[in-house]
């Protein structure tokens, strides 16, 4: 990073206090450490639980809670960062004060999130058809009687269509029956395994590895920027804020991952992965904190870079993938009550995130 540093302003220069500063860091660490660790855990672990079950109502709301807070930090928390950080008056004016690149950048982070959700949705739909075929079943033209008797079938042809080949009737007729039922039940669990519905599993597993990415990437700047201030005017409300948005993030993610149905042993890495990330970045930037100047312009245009792109992330999988899916699904359109609870929480979700942003 460059030497050369944008002067901080006189009232953070008047709170700087390293002793003081460094103990809220340790604080900041366990305090998002487990509120990370429990909004991940609850989904996973609380899915067992009536009220908590990925069908249920209550989840739904909260669901719709935490993408409001998902929403509220792209929108309020990041987006405004990197815009201060790209239009700082200590990088050149030309090009950062001629072009607007906070909004660029999101934008283009966002269209690329979009084909990265389409080419992922198609592989995975490709790689459910192509274990689906490998019944050696077509599911389209699948017309078989659930119950086949001695009699209902004639010697040559069944009553749908079905080739019976054989000489002794009554035991072919009890060979196909057998046959179409393992048939049937092999096409049953390929559809339980991904969904058979437009709000299937596909959806969530491409959902839960793009919002991680886009998740983790901003928790890795704002844990930078926490562990490298010698101010605790500053590391206050960023340790309240960040515990309060990785509950709810962790539980947003958990959500998709518990739907995507991930083995235990995947589930466990991503969830993990989530939780640890902001604290580790906390506990980078303590130790970088004596050379690392987070006011030099090239810090400045990295983190202003890298704030722009998790925000179109963020944004787009909050819109997308979060909240349109969940609203114009079928289940919510024919349920009135949970459409207005559902959105009631939304709300309160955004509006509680976004009033942080007078403290953080």
């Given at each position: 990073m460059?030497?050369?540093s944008c002067?901080?302003?006189?009232?953070?220069?008047a709170?700087?206090?390293e002793?003081?500063?460094?103990?809220?860091?340790?604080v900041?660490i366990?305090?998002?450490?487990?509120?990370g660790?429990?909004?991940?855990?609850?989904?996973l672990?609380?899915?067992?639980?009536r009220?908590l079950?990925?069908?249920?109502?209550?989840?739904?709301?909260?669901?719709?809670?935490?993408?409001g807070v998902?929403l509220?930090?792209?929108?309020?928390?990041?987006l405004?960062?990197?815009?201060?950080?790209?239009?700082d008056?200590?990088?050149?004016?030309?090009?950062?004060?001629?072009?607007p690149?906070?909004?660029?950048?999101?934008?283009?982070?966002a269209?690329?999130?979009?084909?990265?959700?389409i080419?992922?949705?198609?592989?995975y739909?490709?790689?459910?058809?192509?274990?689906?075929?490998?019944s050696?079943?077509?599911?389209?033209?699948?017309?078989?009687?659930?119950?086949?008797?001695e009699?209902?079938l004639?010697?040559?042809?069944?009553?749908n269509?079905?080739?019976?080949?054989?000489?002794?009737?009554?035991?072919t007729?009890?060979?196909?029956?057998?046959?179409m039922?393992?048939?049937?039940?092999?096409?049953d669990?390929?559809?339980?395994?991904?969904?058979?519905?437009s709000?299937g599993?596909?959806?969530?597993?491409?959902?839960?590895?793009?919002?991680?990415l886009?998740?983790?990437?901003?928790s890795?700047?704002?844990g930078?920027?926490?562990?490298?201030?010698?101010?605790?005017c500053?590391?206050?409300?960023?340790?309240?804020?960040?515990?309060f948005?990785?509950?709810?993030?962790?539980?947003?993610?958990?959500?998709c991952?518990?739907?995507?149905?991930?083995?235990?042993?995947?589930?466990?890495?991503?969830?993990?992965f989530f939780a640890?990330?902001?604290?580790?970045?906390?506990?980078?930037?303590?130790g970088?904190?004596?050379?690392?100047?987070h006011?030099?312009p090239?810090?400045?245009?990295?983190e202003?870079?890298l704030?722009s792109?998790?925000?179109g992330?963020?944004?787009?999988?909050?819109l997308?993938?979060?909240?349109a899916?969940?609203?114009?699904?079928?289940?919510?359109?024919?349920?009135?009550?949970?459409?207005?609870?559902s959105?009631?929480?939304?709300f309160?979700g955004?509006?509680?995130?976004?009033?942080?942003?007078?403290?953080a």
């Amino acid at each position: 990073m460059s030497t050369s540093s944008c002067s901080e302003s006189l009232e953070l220069e008047a709170c700087r206090d390293e002793k003081t500063a460094l103990i809220l860091k340790f604080v900041a660490i366990g305090s998002i450490l487990l509120a990370g660790m429990i909004g991940v855990v609850i989904p996973l672990v609380g899915k067992k639980w009536r009220i908590l079950k990925a069908d249920s109502s209550f989840f739904f709301a909260t669901k719709a809670f935490a993408a409001g807070v998902i929403l509220a930090t792209g929108f309020v928390h990041i987006l405004p960062d990197a815009t201060s950080a790209l239009s700082d008056p200590c990088l050149p004016k030309f090009p950062w004060s001629s072009f607007p690149f906070s909004g660029f950048v999101a934008m283009m982070s966002a269209l690329v999130t979009l084909l990265a959700d389409i080419v992922s949705t198609q592989y995975y739909e490709a790689k459910q058809e192509k274990q689906i075929l490998s019944s050696g079943i077509e599911v389209d033209h699948l017309v078989v009687p659930l119950v086949v008797k001695e009699g209902d079938l004639d010697e040559g042809e069944g009553r749908n269509g079905i080739c019976v080949v054989g000489v002794d009737g009554h035991d072919t007729h009890i060979h196909e029956n057998r046959q179409m039922h393992e048939h049937l039940e092999n096409v049953d669990s390929h559809k339980h395994a991904f969904g058979d519905d437009s709000d299937g599993v596909v959806r969530y597993v491409v959902a839960s590895q793009v919002l991680e990415l886009g998740i983790v990437s901003h928790s890795i700047i704002i844990g930078l920027s926490l562990g490298v201030s010698q101010s605790p005017c500053t590391i206050r409300p960023l340790l309240g804020a960040l515990s309060f948005h990785q509950f709810f993030e962790g539980f947003a993610l958990a959500g998709c991952i518990s739907q995507a149905r991930f083995g235990v042993l995947r589930s466990t890495f991503m969830a993990g992965f989530f939780a640890v990330t902001a604290p580790m970045s906390v506990g980078i930037g303590i130790g970088v904190s004596s050379f690392y100047n987070h006011n030099s312009p090239r810090a400045l245009i990295i983190e202003g870079i890298l704030d722009s792109i998790s925000a179109g992330i963020l944004i787009y999988m909050a819109l997308v993938d979060l909240i349109a899916a969940e609203f114009l699904s079928k289940r919510m359109k024919s349920n009135l009550g949970e459409q207005i609870v559902s959105f009631i929480a939304l709300f309160i979700g955004a509006g509680l995130m976004a009033s942080l942003a007078a403290w953080a």
